[in-house]
């Protein structure tokens, strides 16, 4: 069970089909990227970054790899969310260093609101997404046949080499 299934199965479950995932560049290529299979899967719809978007990612999960102060990242990371490209897209944080920042500002999953607009949408954070389905598998809430994508049929999205 890999982040990317459970982030699959979850999306799925909350009828989540339109998003847009914030890492680096490689994440959305699918022949390289750990959500490849979400990539195939004619059920969603994943928007791709700008090039200066993934160079904004790219510069501000450095300042968290140098040790910046994870508050002002998250102010950093706030307006990029803010940008137009970005406004109207469900989120998925996809990269650690942006979990560190979303954890520091405990997001976990969140609606945010945008002021200029009354587009509500969501921000979610993968690795904790991730984090609350082992916990749950630990503490006997949930198996994992449970979490399997069985209900988008894993059998045509498997056969992609993953």
Known sequence: MSIAETLEGHLY????RQLVLLGIGYIHRPEFSGYARLFRNPEFRIHK??????AEIEALAFEVKEGADLNKCS???NALLQR???????VVIALTELSLIATKAKWRVAKHRDPQDSTQRLVMDSLAIYADVLADIFLGRRDLDSLAVKAI???????GGD
């Not at 479950?13 to 989540?16: H, L, M, R, W, Y």
């Not at 970054?49 to 993934?54: P, S």
């Not at 049929?153 to 056969?159: N, P």
Request: aromatic share 0%; hydrophobic share 35%; net charge negative.
């Open 13 to 16: 479950a909350e009828g989540i």
């Open 49 to 54: 970054l700008t090039e200066v978007a993934l």
């Open 75 to 77: 102010q950093k990371l």
């Open 84 to 90: 137009n490209d970005l406004r109207q897209e469900n």
């Open 153 to 159: 049929g894993t059998s045509k999205l498997d056969s």
